[in-house]
DNA sequence: CCGGGTCATTGAAGCGCTTCGACTGAGTTG
DNA sequence: CAACTCAGTCGAAGCGCTTCAATGACCCGG
């Protein structure tokens, strides 16, 4: 194994010399730098991480915290995550994979030894318990996601309340006035997931306002679990001509069951989706759809927590902006006024 | 932050001492642990990482190379990588996430810095450029996934030949003759990766052995790719009964698209899907299916890797057995003999 | 020709931990 | 009872790097 000290012989400089031609933090003469990288390259010099790390108190490390369940939204999680992977190379940074499993104890373990400089967070629930460790540990944090209070904390996410407007404000331009939201399972909104509350706290306040009548109705993702909460819908509200669905599982069932059922889409009613594009894109009719930004959070959130750890950077909420592509699934209200 | 040396003086014991009864490697008596331990918990000690990693030259880390494209199988890839994740930590390994991107880069700067004790690969190419590396270097491998030649290499997989061969079986059993096999996209099979490769293998094998006619197309998986697929199937062979299905996202556009022509599952055409067994669990039709053990193929990586890292443990390759589950898919060819 | 400043380089002091060899005293053995 | 073992503890030497204070060399204006 090939050392500092070594590549310094080789050069004929000394050990601090080396370092700082790697590290950039001292100005090195033209001569002196080229001597020493031609060092390393011929030993094939490696720095050693856990040297660096002890000597610099900075691991170059950042800590993705995912989800241990993969009842939801699994290619949008793979998604961000590979995205916060590769961002974090691009800032020099390497990525630690932590399950959920262990909860707080990991943000505990990891804030603790130092083993990563900073940490991101996924899958963020209203009243997170990792919240408190977090406000008060050293090492910078961003959250994925959008807790009760976000008071001392970072945060990156789809606005999905205006998402939520967003989908009952397109619907209800198209002349429907009876809606059904079509939504992930049961289990994610009792856990309180912040994504699955504020879209319906979306939809319900701006159709409060546009006087639409909304039904919402939870979804499993099998076709089953949809042929069920189809028939439930149509049996309580004939009258709905407007679908939103938030739940990719869904979407395949409810377009395979709509068809069989001959209602045709989008003459007899519209879907949109919250999904990611290539979804939307790829169904059997071209959704409408408000995308889902899975690269562009995982992106955002290690921009954010760079800045942290380089000192510049504060507590913000970044909230993108939602955006509806109208696709093929989507028309005019079959009896609305021409 | 508290230091080993600042539990050693609360205790009234040297650091050795401490690092004694952290590590388990000589005896230590009751008391004396007792009063150690009684320190760390209320000094809040947590050994640190880099400075550990010095001086043992062990990170308790292990990297897992995941592959940059999301064309395929994420959800698969989503449990391996959660697999890995919580059964590395069941044995003190913390798990580094790299991606593709770096390529054979990643893996020259993780074995040459020390920061990951091991790696797995996933997503292994039949020659796959990574190789050559892996095979000298002082890391521990292991890939998930079968490349040409396993020489000196230690691999887990799906035996996806014996899968293609245990779909062909299952079929012919059922007095099908005409088999057609929607694959990955053209692109999977052009990179050669050895899933995709190995199944087709197994199954024209063991046709020709049956004397089944089989036919084989690559699918995007958008319902648009499927249906031209399904059209040219048919007018190639019309005769056609049987299908095999080794693409999470054709699966939907064809149970649909069979529907819409009037063809019945599994009264006129029977489908095996290989595929996870929940997405087989949740189609519109409960699918006959070769389950993909995402969750026992990453376990079982950990498993193979931290037993090299412990000295015993050598070169092998470990084929999982793959089992075909009956489901509602695939019945009596309509005109077999009975 | 000297004081003051900048630039390039160096030596040495750690960073917090593991581990080896040495030491002690109690127990065992011939 | 001397010789020996062995469990339990300690001191000290690093592991390979970063970084600070210090040293020269050099140039500038006065």
Same mark, same amino acid.
């Given at each position: ?81 590979? &995205?916060? %992977?590769?961002?974090? =190379?691009?800032? /020099?940074?390497? *990525?630690?994979? +932590?399950? $959920?499993?262990? @909860?707080? !104890? ?78 992930? &399972?049961? %289990?994610?909104?009792? =856990?309180?997931? /912040?994504?699955? *509350?504020?879209? +319906?706290? $979306?939809?319900? @306040?701006? !159709? ?131």
């Amino acid at each position: 194994m090939v050392t500092l000290a070594e590549v310094a012989r080789h050069a004929g400089v000394s050990a601090s010399t080396v370092s700082y031609v790697l590290s950039g933090k001292r100005s090195i003469s033209g001569p002196t730098r080229e001597r020493v990288e031609q060092s390393i390259k011929e030993l094939g010099y490696h720095p050693n991480a856990g040297a660096r790390a002890l000597a610099s108190s900075r691991s170059n490390i950042i800590a993705l915290m995912v989800p241990l369940r993969t009842d939801m939204y699994v290619p949008v999680m793979m998604e961000i995550a590979i &995205a916060v %992977a590769t961002t974090a =190379r691009t800032h /020099g940074y390497d *990525v630690l994979l +932590l399950t $959920g499993e262990e @909860g707080p !104890a990991a943000v505990r373990r990891v804030t603790g030894s130092g083993l990563a400089d900073a940490m991101i967070l996924m899958d963020v629930e209203l009243e997170d318990e990792r919240l408190p460790l977090l406000r008060d540990a050293r090492q910078p944090t961003v959250l994925i996601g959008l807790p009760a209070d976000t008071v001392g904390l970072t945060c990156v996410d789809l606005d999905f309340t205006a998402t939520g407007a967003l989908c009952a404000d397109h619907l209800a331009g198209l002349g429907h006035r009876e809606i059904a939201v079509v939504g992930e &399972a049961a %289990a994610v909104y009792e =856990r309180h997931t /912040g994504f699955a *509350v504020r879209t +319906l706290e $979306g939809l319900r @306040g701006r !159709a409060r306002e546009l006087g639409l009548r909304l039904l919402h109705r939870p979804c499993e993702g099998s076709y089953e679990s949809m042929a069920g909460a189809l028939a439930r819908i149509f049996d309580e509200r004939p009258g709905t001509t407007g679908f939103v669905v938030q739940n990719e599982a869904a979407i395949d069932p409810l377009l395979s069951l709509l068809r069989q059922q001959g209602r045709a889409v989008p003459e007899d009613v519209s879907v949109v989706a919250i999904c990611p594009d290539q979804v939307a894109a790829q169904a059997s009719v071209r959704l409408s759809s408000v995308a889902i930004p899975a690269h562009e959070m995982g992106r955002r959130a290690v921009e954010l927590v760079v800045a942290k750890l380089e000192g510049h950077g504060s507590d913000e909420v970044a909230l993108l902006e939602p955006e509806l592509t109208v696709r093929a699934s989507s028309g005019p209200a079959p009896n609305a006024a021409p």
